[in-house]
């Protein structure tokens, strides 16, 4: 379908960072082969024209670190530390999952993504399979990693790895490049030093980047330091895990010499304020981790330590957090965390193609209704949506050129079903 939105106000995000105070946006087959001010000539040739009048159209949103199935575990176990909310309350209850589960509490995630404006999202979690089946289902981006977790590179354990390797060779770059595929070892403290030695050698041997948590708490750190005499960080740089294409979660508790090493290895690191602050984990060094030349990204995390994936209020969190933690009200302006939420978290997840809105660009598109009283009187569009907007604003979402949310209606996904069936889940779970 070649859509034409016309009327809207544009926030590119391209490298001038231009706004279209009034224009449109042509898209053909899924890429943007027009876009700019004033009339487009004519509506003809596009099977479908959307009316943009008061609307903003601006890149959808890249939710870089989430686990979508722990929307099953939303609400379960709050107001506990990320250690003790994890062995004792997340742990035992995962080990009763079930591929059906997953399958719809996944779908549950995607509701929720692309009703709040996210196009693209990143996934660790296990039954992998079965979160890709409904990522081609609802038309959502994606990269999905199996989680590893293991203590040797013995026999038993495998299984996970030659998951993760099947999930490759599955669907990597399959559904015209929608899906790509990571390799998902979990954390320092849930993977012995052997088994990351395996997945950094995988890695390298097949060419595919790694998704991991790294230096989440002082605590992890702690312990990292006790069993190996170095921080995580450093640990995992002396195993060959750190480089280019690597993604890592939190990077709360890191200091200077180990941003030295994540900047040296152009590592992207993925920023959660939310699950940060609702877990006590700490605040990250952000604004430090930026001036070093780091690309950093926005992720929700999941669910359960949230406790929403709303990409609009993590930007908001990102933004008021630096400012408390750097005692500087300038930290963190608009601008950044815009790009985080955006392209930041295109580059790290390898989908260049989106993130900003130019001709020739992958069509990742999200359209949000800004004649709403908290978005008047209008001065500045993007201030407006960081410290003001909410996720309810957003009505329309475009995925690789294809409609899958218009006017508030989604397109690809039942959802009164997926509220249903993931009810179930969570009474059937937790009895
Ligand atoms: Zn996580």
Redesign the pocket.
Known sequence: MDILLKNAQIITLNENDDIIREGSIGIRGNKIDHIGSGEQDSDTGYSKVIDCKGRTVMPGFVNA???LAMTLFRNYADDMNLMDWLFKKIFPLEDKLTEDAVYWASLLAMVEMIKSGTTTFSD?YFFMEETARATSESGMRAVLSRGLQGESGEEGIDYRLRENLELFDKYHNSFNERIKVMLGPHSVYTCGEPYLKKVAAKSRERGIPIQI?LS?TGEEVKNCINKYGKSPVKHLDSLGLLNEGTVA??CVAVDDSDIDILAARKVNVVH?PG?NMKLASGAAPIVKMLGRGINICL?T??AS?NNNLDMLEEMRMAAYLQKVHTGDPSALPVNEVMRMATAGGAEALGFESTGSLEEGKTADIIVLNTKKAHYYPKYNIKSAIVYSGSSADVETVIIDGSLVMEGGCLVTLDEERILYETQKWASKLTE
């Open positions: 670190h989430n686990h660790m948590h989440e979660a939190h959660n699950s992720g995390d999941g330590s």
